[in-house]
């Protein structure tokens, strides 16, 4: 291992995918190349249907491209075993979705120790992270309530915290701030980078909101399947 490889890196080569329709299969990505590293920022903005979600479905190992290379921490995920590959996603990857995806039955701090839950019983550590992260999101207040029980920003803050508990590599946000206010967005969108900018990690935000891709540190556009 030399000094590159540890540094936290995205690199995209050649990225295609097609979805099969009726007739000609529908292309929506397109020899995409993307290369981001520790505390960059991108938001991915475009059209409704551009491909923004398939390309960060790829990017969070949940899809696979049919053909070209993802390289996360040097390594190609999707050379990996299926239960490799969901440790792999699990260490490197936090997902935060507009709808937020919260489990309803458990409490805000069962909700952000889920990815620690998915490896094991989650340590003292794992616990001390999950209240410093609520701390910072400042839900502190709020540990053992249910998510029915949350208005959608704290909602949204829970599934931030979530995301950033293993220290991920790569923060990948649909939509983040889609369904709130504008204050509370900008509030979020705050959070989101702070807290991104703590561990490290890369961030990349699909957005229609200018705002928070204007807070980003680049901004590209999806056009035919090539982000441009
Ligand atoms: P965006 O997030 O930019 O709105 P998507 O990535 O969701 O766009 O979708 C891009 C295109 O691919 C759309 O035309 C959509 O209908 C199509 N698509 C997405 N997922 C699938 C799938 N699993 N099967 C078939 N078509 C899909
Ligand atoms: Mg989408």
Do not use: Y
């Amino acid at each position: 291992m030399n000094d590159a490889s540890a540094d936290p890196s995205l690199v995209v080569q050649g990225l295609s995918k097609s979805f099969p329709t009726g007739g000609d299969p529908l292309r929506v990505l397109s020899d995409l190349d993307l290369e981001l590293h520790s505390g960059d920022s991108l938001a991915v903005v475009g059209p409704s249907g551009s491909g923004k979600s398939t390309l960060l479905q790829i990017l969070g190992t949940l899809d696979r491209p049919d053909s070209g290379s993802v390289r996360i921490d040097q390594t190609d995920p999707f050379e990996l075993s299926e239960s490799g590959l969901a440790a792999f996603r699990n260490q490197k990857i936090g997902f935060i979705f507009q709808d937020h995806h919260l489990l309803p039955q458990l409490t805000v701090i069962e909700n952000v120790l889920v990815p620690a839950l998915a490896i094991g019983k989650p340590s003292s550590g794992d616990l001390q992270n999950a209240q410093d992260l609520l701390s910072q999101v400042g839900l502190t207040q709020r540990l053992g309530h249910l998510p029915s029980e949350l208005s959608g920003g704290e909602r949204e803050r829970v599934a931030i915290a979530r995301a950033l508990l293993m220290k991920p590599t790569l923060i990948l946000a649909d939509e983040p701030t889609g369904n709130l206010d504008r204050s509370t967005a900008e509030t979020i969108t705050a959070l989101l980078l702070t807290l991104q900018a703590s561990v490290g990690a890369i961030l990349i935000t699909v957005t229609h909101s200018e705002t928070l891709a204007a807070a980003m540190s680049q901004r590209k556009e999806l056009v035919d399947g090539k982000l441009v």
